[in-house]
């Protein structure tokens, strides 16, 4: 279920802007939500089931990065732009200029890993921390993939296998579907919401390509070398981390999350994969829903 926004507009970010929409208003007394997408470069869309979570009064704000969606796009930059340190200034940013001084923070995916990046930094607003479908490191994102890929059946394993070894998919779109099939949605076909975040992504994948590289098993962009592993002491919130029976965010690469955070518990969704709030929406609202509650 998907809400109608309370408002939605931009803030500016240096010569740039960002796009937000808000669901609920923020004089409910509730905590808001700041909901951090994946990619990177993959629009808000594929998350708006999560403004469900503004029934109860929560405000929960959703908005794209920069590069993508409705947000400014910059099809002419390199990889010196693309930063991490990019997208947290611009969360910053974002925070800064919506007043909001308390906040709980739910990034998937991408969005997980950003979160963590900001999380390490203790900023004093932050109450609470959803990491949701995302890699510790993306060394143990590319070993568990890895792995997937070898239990895929075996035409289509020796298609993906060949294509990662060449670094050309040309004639992997079949067996790629396949794979996405299995361990990114497996609600077959898409809903819309997905679809249309996948449209965006593929108008303009500069973020995406930049970043992570041509494809969801074939990291070779500039967060290759990523890790927070030796960071994760560091997180105070308290901190929820969610991943899927089939997830391509696999255990070895969530399972740092949960070891090493302080205050993290791990909730696995026994019938999704990388997006069990559209494969298995009630339960994924309900579970987030109360743990923001214990932390507002």
Excluded: K
């Amino acid at each position: 279920m998907i809400l109608e926004p309370d408002r939605v507009g931009t803030v500016p970010y240096g010569p740039f802007e960002t796009w937000y929409r808000i669901t609920g208003t923020f004089d409910s007394g509730l905590t808001p939500l700041v909901v951090l997408h994946g990619g990177p470069g993959a629009a808000h869309d594929y998350l708006l089931s999560l403004s469900a979570l503004a029934h109860g009064g929560r405000p929960v704000l959703h908005y794209d990065q920069l590069g993508c969606g409705r947000s400014t796009h910059l099809r002419d930059r390199g990889a010196e732009f693309w930063t991490v340190d990019l997208f947290l200034d611009e969360l910053d940013n974002l925070l800064e200029r919506m007043g909001i001084a308390e906040y709980h923070l739910l990034g998937q995916s991408w969005g997980g890993m950003l979160a963590g990046e900001h999380a390490v930094r203790r900023p004093p607003g932050l109450r609470s921390l959803v990491i949701s479908n995302s890699p510790a490191a993306m060394e143990l994102w590319t070993a568990g993939t890895d792995e997937l890929v070898r239990q895929m059946p075996e035409a289509e394993r020796r298609v993906l296998e060949r294509a990662r070894d060449s670094g050309d998919f040309a004639g992997a779109t079949a067996a790629t579907t396949a794979f996405y099939d299995r361990h990114v949605c497996r609600v077959v076909p898409n809903p819309p919401e997905v679809r249309a975040t996948e449209a965006q992504l593929q108008a303009d994948p500069t973020v995406y390509e930049v970043m992570n590289g041509p494809n969801e098993f074939t990291c070779v962009g500039t967060l290759r070398t990523w890790t927070i592993v030796d960071r994760l002491t560091q997180i105070l919130a308290p901190t929820l981390v969610i991943s899927g029976r089939y997830d391509e965010a696999t255990p070895g690469a969530v399972r740092p999350w949960v070891e090493r955070v302080p205050q993290a518990r791990w909730e696995v969704f026994a019938h999704s994969s990388h997006m069990p709030f559209v494969e298995e929406p009630e339960r994924y609202r309900a579970v987030v829903g109360e743990f923001l509650a214990a932390h507002d």
